[in-house]
């Protein structure tokens, strides 16, 4: 792993805390987002954070396997893995949004680290090949959950700037609604493993 990778993920992790989420909450199966200001950007990055009742390794699965992005994840209508290696693979996604609006597609190339106590997966945007994005920038970051090696703490972090004008009260309606929707989904899938 790249000092800058760890760094991140260093950093990622110190800050869970100061999400002020509670524990008990997070136990019980709520589901935090909320979104947070980024320097030079009118879009704010999107950050969630929940308990799914499964090993990380089996949530890793559901998060890291571009191929099958459209059967486990909601709203992703392709996902083609380009190249892989053992630890980065390039992905190309498109993401469906609501009628009037256009889907989005966008080639990212990711880092990727498999436990043993944090496992991630860190995405940016591949400049060079046309996209539907000015910017994108996302990460899984998993780890067990109060050291319980069968539940995982799941924090999703993402910057999306679409070249498309979204309406501010549609992306946060979307947001509201698909994050929430998203975490079930990965609920539901990685107890299918």
């Given amino acids: 792993m790249t000092v800058r990778v760890f760094l991140i993920v260093l950093v990622t992790f110190l800050a869970m805390p100061a999400w002020g989420h509670s524990t008990d909450a997070l136990s019980k199966g709520e589901i935090f987002v909320w979104t947070e200001p980024v320097a030079g ?6 950050l969630v954070s929940a308990v799914v009742d499964s090993p990380p390794d089996k949530v890793y699965e559901v998060v890291t396997n ?18 892989r290696s053992a630890t980065s693979h390039t992905c190309s996604v498109t993401v469906g949004l609501p009628f009037p609006l256009s889907n989005l597609t966008a080639v990212t190339v990711d880092q990727r680290q498999q436990g043993p106590d ?23 970051v998993l780890k067990p959950f109060n050291g ?23 992306r946060k309606t979307a947001q509201k609604k698909s994050m929430p929707k998203m975490i079930e989904r990965i609920r539901e899938e990685a107890n299918k493993l």
Avoid: M
């Fill in 118 to 140: 944090v496992w991630f997966r860190k995405w940016t945007l591949v400049k060079d090949v046309e996209s539907s994005y000015e910017h994108l920038a996302g990460s899984f």
């Fill in 148 to 170: 319980d090696p069968n539940r995982t703490l799941v924090a999703y972090r993402v910057h999306a700037v679409p070249k498309t004008n979204v309406p501010d009260f549609l």
């Fill in 41 to 46: 950007f009118d879009f704010p990055r999107l």
């Fill in 66 to 83: 571009c191929d099958k992005f459209p059967d486990r994840l909601p709203q992703i209508k392709e996902a083609t893995t380009l190249k």
